[in-house]
């Protein structure tokens, strides 16, 4: 079975703090996404990549950057942190070619 | 609007039906799907359709499409408390996907 680990399932965390949200999937799938999930407004894109070093920005990429330096890993990364921010923040992976999403179990980030 | 549309909740007992309907705006998506969030879990993908199929049965599950109003449903027969979840529709646009707001169903006893 396909695997998304998201590295931390809590995290709690202070204004202006820098924040590392950290990915990894184990079935060299080329697509990777993260979300963000909120009540009453679902899952929104922040930003994805097709390929080791690309990426794209999704639908609220403001306040946010990625990284992708290896195949597997998708490094979400808040410059600093606002409480605004406060979320579930879910990653997702596909082979290129299919449509259906895997995704991670999520991490519920606080910014106090 | 750009929304996929969903109601927020829905409440029913344990052994009825439960219907989750879904309005979504592109008419060129190929697919249709829905997918289902557990308590503190990620989501899965529970069942799909093809944008030319009416219906689609698998087990408990029957999802309906009606193209010409843009409506999905997902209905689950004899609803169990396992069933307790947020369920989310989904099309794609252009290999992106837009995800509806969310229903979180809740099976009572």
């Known amino acids: 079975d396909v695997k998304v680990t998201q590295s931390s399932r809590y995290l709690v965390k202070r204004t202006g703090e820098k924040v590392f949200l950290e990915c990894v999937q184990d079935?060299?799938?080329?697509?990777m996404f993260w979300y963000r999930q909120d009540p009453g407004l679902g899952l929104r894109l922040i930003y994805f990549?097709?390929?080791?070093?690309?990426?794209e920005k999704g639908d609220i990429p403001e306040g946010y950057s990625v990284s992708r330096e290896k195949k597997e890993r998708f490094s979400l990364i808040l410059e600093s942190a606002s409480t605004n921010q406060t979320s579930m923040y879910l990653c997702?992976?596909?082979?290129?070619?299919?449509?259906?999403?895997?995704f991670g179990s999520g991490t519920q980030l606080s910014v106090l | 609007g750009e929304d996929v549309e969903q109601s927020l909740f829905l409440s029913v007992r344990e052994g009825d039906s439960s219907v989750i309907n879904c309005t979504y705006t592109?008419?060129?998506?190929?697919?249709l799907y829905w997918y289902k969030q557990e308590p503190g879990a990620g989501l899965q993908l529970l069942t799909y359709?093809?944008?030319?199929?009416d219906m689609k049965q698998d087990q408990r599950l029957t999802v309906l499409l009606n193209k010409k109003d843009k409506h999905l449903s997902l209905r689950i027969a004899d609803t169990q408390t396992g069933d307790s979840a947020i369920y989310f529709c989904?099309?794609?646009?252009?290999?992106?996907?837009?995800f509806g707001t969310g229903t979180r169903l809740k099976v009572l006893a």
């Open positions: 990549s097709y390929d080791v070093k690309m990426k």
């Open positions: 359709i093809f944008s030319n199929m």
């Open positions: 592109d008419s060129s998506s190929t697919y």
């Open positions: 989904a099309e794609v646009r252009t290999y992106k996907y837009i």
């Open positions: 079935m060299d799938h080329e697509n």
């Open positions: 997702a992976s596909r082979p290129t070619g299919e449509e259906k999403l895997f």
